[in-house]
């Protein structure tokens, strides 16, 4: 398994639930975890998940909401 970080403007609960809803729909992600406050999302992956995949997934999301997404370093 591998874990991805992401930096998200999420301002709420709502937005912490669109990002795990989004993000739970990618197929060999087994683990979604979202800190508001800190404004970061930790997903734990199968290795055949790309990262590229879930950023534009997160990044049409954003576009809707104007939220910020970035691939955390």
Known sequence: MAE????????CEG???A???ILGKVEGVTDIQTNVE???VAVTHG???SKQ???E??????QASG??????S
């Open 4 to 11: 991805t970080r992401f930096d998200v403007g999420m301002t």
């Open 15 to 17: 937005c912490a639930s």
């Open 19 to 21: 990002v795990k809803r």
């Open 38 to 40: 800190a404004k970061s």
């Open 47 to 49: 290795d055949s998940v």
């Open 53 to 55: 995949e879930m950023l």
């Open 57 to 62: 997934k997160l990044q049409k999301w954003s």
């Open 67 to 72: 939220k910020s997404v970035a691939l955390s």
